[in-house]
């Protein structure tokens, strides 16, 4: 049975918007990118949203829906109180392009910073051997679906438009990490550009992204602090830095 809801979207972009009041209906079973649907094929039929699948393995219809950065998709509109107003913004560490659309593009600019995997050079197909708990370690970040909530919430990125520029963070730290524990991986600096080029002296575990990410990986404890304590023993022990300067 369809019931009405209260919405506030927002309408605009960078420059000039605001938060427009809207009455639709919902259906049982509905998630918020339905009501979203019937919203722009009813009353505001150039309301701007990105979308994909609707499954929640693409990550296109990130947004903040009363203020907490979800996926669309996966927002059972039965959560909410059938008396509440829905607040439904854009992503607000990235630009806003037009109404819940961000231009994500500062994502995708760090990506083609991280140097890809290298196997060895004298390695013949078939030959690469792993350990089972290599693969189960890197496979839990590879279940990352570039949603970017992780980056929309990350402070660091969130309240100062500054640090974009020196830092990375969280899904890229993340994939250095997920490269530098890579047992075949033969890039031999990664530690180092994470902390002097990806900015990962910014973080400081707030564990924020890892309870915004849909994919429940656990982006702080099982990739951030493990590549922090790499850094730590590559560059700030006394007795590695000693030993690296006696053999050069």
Same mark, same amino acid.
């Given at each position: 049975m369809a019931r009405k809801i209260n919405l506030k979207i927002w309408r605009g972009t960078s420059k000039d918007g605001g938060l427009q009041d809207v009455t639709v209906d919902a259906n049982e079973g509905e998630v918020v990118l339905d009501v979203i649907h019937r919203v722009q094929a009813t009353q505001m039929n150039d309301l701007a949203v990105r979308w994909n699948c609707k499954a929640g393995k693409c990550g296109s219809c990130s947004m903040e829906i009363n203020g907490k950065p979800?996926?669309?998709?996966?927002?059972?509109m039965a959560n909410f109180a059938?008396?509440?107003?829905?607040?439904?913004?854009?992503?607000? *560490?990235?630009? !806003?392009?037009?109404?819940?659309?961000?231009?994500?593009?500062?994502?995708? +600019?760090? *990506?083609?910073? !991280?140097?890809?995997?290298?196997?060895p050079a004298d390695?013949?197909?078939? +030959?690469?051997?792993?350990q089972q708990v290599d693969v189960e370690r890197s496979q839990e970040f590879r279940k990352c679906i570039e949603c970017f909530l992780c980056q929309n919430v990350c402070h660091v990125?969130?309240?100062?438009?500054?640090?974009?520029?020196?830092?990375s963070g969280p899904r890229f730290l993340m994939r250095m990490a997920e490269l530098d524990m890579h047992p075949l991986d033969t890039v031999k600096n990664r530690k180092e550009m994470a902390q002097d080029e990806h900015g990962l002296g910014f973080c400081n575990i707030t564990k924020c992204c890892t309870e915004v990410c849909p994919e429940h990986i656990h982006i702080t404890d099982n990739a951030l602090i493990p590549l922090k304590e790499r850094v730590v023993d590559v560059k700030f022990d006394p007795l590695v830095r000693l030993s690296s300067k006696l053999r050069k």
């Open positions: 979800r996926l669309a998709c996966m927002t059972q059938e008396d509440e107003t829905i607040t439904i913004t854009p992503l607000r *560490a990235f630009p !806003v392009i037009k109404d819940l659309v961000t231009d994500v593009s500062y994502n995708y +600019e760090k *990506a083609l910073k !991280v140097p890809a995997f290298q196997p390695m013949k197909p078939g +030959e690469p051997r792993m990125i969130r309240d100062h438009e500054e640090n974009k520029e020196a830092y």
